[in-house]
């Protein structure tokens, strides 16, 4: 019938959006004085603390060092037998993090109808041993918000933090009676991350943050982002004011930090991410609308209070892999979020077992990330759902 078949191009599960604006953001930089260090970057971090209504946010050249740099602090003066417990349901970064440190992950299975942590067997998990946990990274995945005020009440009871990994949900709430709390917002966490590669939300090539509403932490992390130095006369050990070169190196820190370049480009990207989510939401309406008569297609489930940002379109299938190739061939490219992290051979040496989180190993039997990007044509997106439907029909 319609002949509307992009078939010279790839239609890909995700793929950022660059503007005008952007390009222009980026060669204002180039023209200036400051490539890196510069006021870019407290610019990015301002404009992100706001989005997210945060208190603090440092911007880091990647997700994973923001990961790295949350666990180390939350971490310190932790001994090294206490577990961080995260879900198999992410990108690997998430639990590697902890492992950084020199302490361990606990992988606690998912709900299988939100795809999330389920937080009833992370308490038993805290029940049975309160004392050999540190904290949980809960991550909302696929733009999905964590109930962190829900997880705080368990964390309480057990005196354990929570790290939000939000890479896939800045933009994303959820809407209590009286409230509405954003993800990375760290209203109910002790710090939150998220990542700008370009398949997120907002794009800077490579990129993340780290958010925090507690200022002891905010100017760990200022530091430790580089190299554990600090210029600033009021945290100096030393008694040096008269000597304008001084600084102190204080702790063992790292060259984390993201370029002027990179930041001119997230904050350009940060000004349209309301937009692009409420893009994202359409053409999310119309798969539903269009895929959910195919009984055999299961989505996400979203508590009515959540606004998901939809970093991802997930869907379950017992026809995965079929759905998948037939896609493919058709220069339709899907993704699978994500293989389980206790299944990575890393972990599996470490003492993970196949068959002990069985929602998340049947969960990755079945999902698939359908195409999903703000800028998605209405002749791509018909294509992708005409095709799907096709291949239930054959
Ligand atoms: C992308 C991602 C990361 C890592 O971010 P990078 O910027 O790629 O280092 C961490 N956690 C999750 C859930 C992610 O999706």
């Keep these: 019938m319609s002949q509307i078949v992009p078939m010279k191009h ?21 023209k200036s004085p400051y490539l890196t260090q510069g006021p870019q970057v407290d610019a990015f971090e301002e404009i ?3 989005k ?9 050249n990647n997700g994973t060092t923001a ?38 992950v606990e992988f606690v299975d998912i709900d299988p109808n939100t795809f999330l942590i389920d937080f009833n067997q992370i308490e038993d998990k805290l029940k049975q041993n309160p004392n050999s946990y540190a904290g949980i990274t809960a991550v909302s995945f696929a ?28 933009g994303a709430y959820i809407n209590y009676e009286n409230e509405k709390v954003f993800s990375a917002s760290c209203n109910y966490t002790d710090m939150a991350t998220c990542s700008f590669h370009p398949v997120k939300h907002i794009a800077c090539g490579e990129g993340g943050i780290v958010t925090t509403n507690n200022e002891k932490h905010y100017k760990q992390l200022k530091k430790l982002r580089t190299h554990g130095i600090t210029k600033n006369s009021y945290e100096f050990v030393n008694n040096v004011t008269d000597e304008a070169w001084y600084h102190e190196m204080q702790d063992l820190g790292f060259n984390y930090r993201i370029s002027d370049i990179l930041c001119a480009l997230g904050i350009s990207q940060t000004k349209k991410l309301e937009e692009s989510i409420a893009k994202r939401h359409i053409l999310v309406q119309k798969y539903k609308q269009e895929l959910n008569k195919i009984n055999e297609i299961v989505f996400q489930k979203v508590p009515a209070n959540a606004y998901h940002a939809y970093h991802l379109l997930v869907i ?33 040496n470490l003492g ?39 291949f239930y029909e054959q």
């Design 48 to 50: 992100i603390a706001k």
């Design 10 to 30: 790839q239609i890909p599960y995700s793929t950022q959006c660059i503007t005008d604006e952007d390009i222009q953001a980026v060669v204002d930089v180039l």
């Design 67 to 104: 990961l790295h740099l949350a666990n180390a602090i939350l971490l310190q003066n932790t001994p090294k037998h206490k577990k961080v417990i995260t879900t198999p349901i992410t990108f690997v970064a998430s639990a590697n993090a902890t492992l950084y440190c020199g302490n361990t």
């Design 352 to 390: 993970c077992k196949i068959g002990t989180l069985q929602n998340a190993e049947q969960y990755y039997k079945e999902c698939l990330s359908i195409p999903l990007y703000p800028h998605m044509t209405t002749d791509q997106q018909d294509y992708v759902i005409e095709k799907i439907k096709a």
């Design 143 to 170: 733009g999905l918000p964590i109930d962190t005020k829900e997880l705080k009440k368990i964390a309480n009871k057990y005196n354990v933090w929570i790290l939000e990994d939000a890479s896939h949900a800045p």
């Design 52 to 60: 997210v209504n945060a208190k603090y946010a440092v911007a880091l």
């Design 316 to 348: 379950r299938t017992d026809k995965r892999k079929a759905l998948f190739n037939y896609l493919k061939q058709l220069n339709i490219n899907c993704q699978v979020h994500y293989i389980p992290a206790h299944l990575m051979p890393y972990y599996q």
